[in-house]
């Protein structure tokens, strides 16, 4: 290969001989036409295909004008994270009371280059110039905000304020009244890949929690089939610490937290109601489970290992191959090859759920284990594949981040 050719190479992908650093390509505009040059020859290319104007390029209006609810905690910032590169979507509003005529850049400095709205209190939100919401706000908090949105919006709620079907449940398991009954009617669960089709009419969609995601991916289909037990299923589930939110809380100071694990919520957990809701769904009969999760010192990252009974005559080839059917068509669902472990590092900052089942050395007992990153398929990337859906984009729009490893 020529210096000319490998010049010529090089720069179609970003990089300069040494020689050449020190002379930057020039833009030069003629008739239609951006001519470059500097860099031992020119190449001359359609203006539209660089669309430069004044030095800068040429910022598309997004047709579909979103408010964010929240924006100053973990999951309003991967909101704001993964619609940077959604193609329809842009940010009109951002509201954080504690924040409000912050910028996001100074909240969060790795977003520092997004050019958003100022922050606002949500008491000074003008929702006229706006289509759909994300609401990242805390449980407790979200009914009565979003009782008070106009009807006109489509939202997804990614609180659990709207979640549990039964208000009297949710009083009993979040300790207050549900003060919006009429609108928890109207509520559709968001667990994309097993109610797509109610999601795609909904207006207001509940975001599933981060552990029920990871357990009912796997859970439901083998429920459907009757391939496993309604009794003795025991789940083990881990998260980061991310998963608690970004409020300064004691117990999870670095010192709390690193080198050790912590089991909370044992016995009394606010998602077991909604994993037993969501199980019984495709169930006969009630669902019941044993779950105990545990806070591991990572930032990212969620594993539920299930321990469950099959059913008379079901093998652990029954249950994979029922799997296999069920997600072999997912964009971000993944059975693993047979014997392959999940682990966390392969999901983090993407919307991916890997899983895989095993025999346990109990006859009769099947091992499956699922991973997710908390942030993404356990919150603001599965609330953004439903609101995809909710307005007929294909879900995966802004969604394709790869893991990020190591």
């Known amino acids: 290969m020529s210096a000319a050719t490998f010049s010529s190479l090089c720069f179609s992908r970003g990089c300069f001989w040494k020689d050449e650093a020190k002379n930057s390509p020039r833009v030069m505009k003629g008739s239609g036409k951006v001519k470059i040059s500097g860099i031992r020859g020119s190449a001359t290319l359609p203006t539209k295909?660089?669309?430069?104007?004044?030095?800068?390029?040429?910022?598309?209006?997004?047709q579909v004008r979103i408010g964010l609810l929240g924006a100053s905690g973990y999951t309003g910032a991967e909101i704001v994270r993964l619609l940077a590169n959604h193609p329809y979507f842009g940010i009109k509003l951002m509201t954080a009371d504690r924040k409000a005529g912050q910028s996001i850049g100074s909240v969060f400095p790795h977003l520092i280059s997004q050019d958003l709205p100022t922050m606002v209190a949500v008491k000074d939100a003008d929702f006229s110039n706006v289509d759909?919401?994300?609401?990242?706000?805390?449980?407790?908090?979200?009914?009565?905000?979003?009782?008070?949105?106009?009807?006109?919006?489509?939202?997804?709620?990614?609180?659990?304020?709207?979640?549990?079907?039964?208000?009297?449940?949710?009083?009993?398991?979040?300790?207050?009244?549900?003060?919006?009954?009429?609108?928890?009617?109207?509520?559709?669960?968001?667990?994309?890949?097993?109610?797509?089709?109610?999601?795609?009419?909904?207006?207001?969609?509940?975001?599933?929690?981060?552990?029920p995601t990871s357990i009912q991916l796997p859970l439901v289909p083998l429920i459907q089939a009757n391939l496993i037990q309604y009794r003795n299923i025991i789940i083990d589930a881990k998260s980061g610490v991310s998963g608690a939110g970004r409020g300064a809380k004691e117990a999870n100071l670095y010192s709390e937290i690193a080198e050790g694990i912590y089991s909370y919520g044992v016995t009394r957990h606010r998602h077991v109601p909604e994993i037993e809701q969501g199980l019984t769904g495709f169930a006969s009969s009630k669902v019941t489970v044993s779950f105990t999760p545990h806070?591991?010192?990572?930032?990212?990252?969620?594993?539920?290992?299930?321990?469950?009974?099959?059913?008379?005559?079901?093998?652990?080839?029954?249950?994979?191959?029922?799997?296999?059917?069920?997600?072999?068509?997912?964009?971000?669902?993944?059975?693993?090859?047979?014997?392959?472990?999940?682990?966390?590092?392969?999901?983090?900052?993407?919307?991916?759920?890997?899983?895989?089942?095993?025999p346990d050395r109990i006859p009769g007992r099947a091992i499956i284990i699922s991973v997710i990153?908390?942030?993404?398929?356990?919150?603001?990337?599965?609330?953004?594949?439903?609101?995809?859906?909710?307005?007929?984009?294909?879900e995966n729009t802004g969604l394709l981040y790869q893991p990020l490893f190591p």
Not at 389 to 394: A, H, K, Q, S
């Open 49 to 62: 295909s660089l669309q430069v104007e004044e030095g800068k390029t040429q910022k598309s209006e997004k």
């Open 373 to 394: 990153d908390n942030l993404v398929k356990g919150a603001s990337g599965q609330a953004l594949q439903n609101l995809n859906i909710m307005l007929g984009f294909p």
């Open 132 to 211: 759909a919401v994300f609401c990242c706000l805390p449980h407790g908090t979200t009914q009565e905000i979003i009782k008070g949105l106009p009807k006109s919006l489509k939202i997804v709620d990614l609180s659990a304020d709207f979640r549990l079907r039964d208000v009297s449940e949710y009083e009993e398991w979040y300790g207050q009244p549900h003060i919006a009954p009429d609108l928890q009617k109207e509520a559709v669960y968001g667990l994309t890949e097993i109610l797509r089709e109610d999601i795609k009419n909904a207006r207001l969609v509940a975001n599933p929690g981060c552990y």
């Open 295 to 358: 806070l591991m010192p990572m930032i990212r990252g969620m594993q539920s290992t299930i321990y469950v009974e099959m059913a008379p005559g079901v093998t652990i080839e029954d249950l994979y191959q029922q799997l296999k059917i069920s997600y072999e068509h997912e964009e971000f669902v993944k059975l693993l090859e047979k014997g392959v472990v999940p682990r966390t590092h392969n999901v983090r900052g993407s919307n991916y759920c890997l899983m895989n089942v095993f």
